[in-house]
């Protein structure tokens, strides 16, 4: 168990809302990642952050925002939600083996 | 082409069987090689790294070819409990242990 938690667990948003999804760690690891699972694409890079107040894109980033204020959390927002955007949602963090464990995963269903 | 690739399946395998997966990617320059195991609905979790020697662990061999670029997974005396998708995941080479994904092969084991 790499401690870490990932709320809500699930959500349905109308397009053009907000959404902030937030991951939560207690073990002080300084990398963590977001990703999107989809259906026949595997597991997409949406942003990483590498310290607090530090982060990056990654290969799927429109769209998505992501803030670090402090070590423990990690949060994405999408600005305006779109039905592409529909998906499962995973946090993971990198332990000090440089193996990344991930959360239980948000599923968010956009309409 | 894709930067990971995998066969989807569905390996259909009875009781007792070995089964072998293999997962090739085209990035010459990677440096880190993963196996995950998803079960349905839930997050993947970390089965084994991969390492330039190859690692065995029980019932599971892991393989690396870096010159024809693929990694392998074996899994000898299936179980119905190895029932699932298993990801392959590819360091990339650019740092900050970004991992690129396979989609996943899914194994199903019957009695």
């Known amino acids: 168990d790499a401690g870490i938690t990932q709320s809500p667990r699930h959500k349905v948003t109308e397009t053009g809302t907000p959404v902030t999804l937030r991951c939560h760690q207690t073990e002080n690891h300084r990398y963590m990642y977001w990703y999107r699972q989809d259906p026949g694409h595997g597991l997409r890079l949406i942003h990483y952050s590498y310290g607090v107040k530090d982060t990056d894109k990654g290969e799927v980033s429109d769209g998505y925002s992501v803030s670090r204020s402090k070590t423990e959390d990690f949060l994405l927002t999408l600005e305006s939600a779109t039905s592409s955007q529909t998906s499962v949602y995973f946090c993971a963090i990198l332990d000090d083996r440089s193996e990344q464990y991930f959360g239980p995963g948000t599923r968010l269903t956009v309409t | 082409r894709k930067e990971v690739e995998q066969d989807p399946g569905p390996f259909n395998v009875p009781e007792g069987a070995t089964v072998a997966f293999n997962c090739t990617y085209s990035?010459?320059?990677?440096?880190?090689f993963f196996w995950y195991r998803q079960d349905c609905r839930k997050e993947p979790k970390l089965l084994m790294s991969?390492?330039?020697s190859g690692n065995e662990d029980g019932r599971f061999t892991a393989q690396l070819n870096r010159a024809s670029q693929y990694i392998s997974l074996l899994i000898r005396d299936s179980k119905l409990s190895d029932s699932a998708t298993y990801l392959c995941a590819v360091g990339d080479s650019g740092g900050y242990n970004k991992l690129i994904f396979g989609a996943g092969t899914r194994l199903a084991v019957h009695p």
């Open positions: 990035n010459s320059a990677s440096q880190s």
């Open positions: 991969v390492y330039s």
